[in-house]
């Protein structure tokens, strides 16, 4: 079972930590990612970190501006968000996938998902 939380009102600029719990189990050997989806627009990639847990890829949006890190002791992964723009408001969904590292920004290749937890960045 996965729990997303962390989300919440920020103003532009701002920054967010978002979290995913793992729960009855441990995401060892599971890729991990972060979709989120925005009113009226389908889910979207935003971030993934591959099995190994040695490998990232960020969707070009987030570049630079997203992290995506992990806690093994907590089972617990995190996304970062910073410098947040209002084009980041969206509920974001933290997913567990089997799939190989250049499938994981597809959402179909995701097994589990979390609740999800609104992002909103306005002023």
């Known amino acids: 079972q996965l729990q997303a939380s962390g989300g919440g009102l920020v103003q532009p600029g701002g920054s967010l930590r978002l979290s995913c719990l793992v729960s009855?189990?441990?995401?060892?050997?599971?890729?991990m990612g972060w979709f989120r989806q925005a009113p009226g627009k389908e889910r979207e990639f935003v971030a993934a970190?591959?099995?190994?847990?040695?490998?990232?890829k960020y969707s070009d949006s987030v570049k630079g501006r997203f992290t995506f890190s992990r806690d093994n002791a907590k089972n617990t992964v995190y996304l970062q968000m910073n410098n947040l723009t209002p084009e980041d408001t969206a509920v974001y969904y933290c997913?567990?996938?089997?799939?190989?590292?250049?499938?994981?920004?597809?959402?179909?290749?995701?097994?589990?998902w979390g609740q999800g937890t609104q992002v909103t960045v306005s002023s």
């Open positions: 997913g567990a996938s089997r799939a190989v590292y250049s499938a994981l920004h597809l959402d179909n290749m995701y097994y589990y």
């Open positions: 009855g189990g441990t995401f060892r050997g599971y890729a």
């Open positions: 970190m591959s099995g190994s847990g040695g490998s990232f």
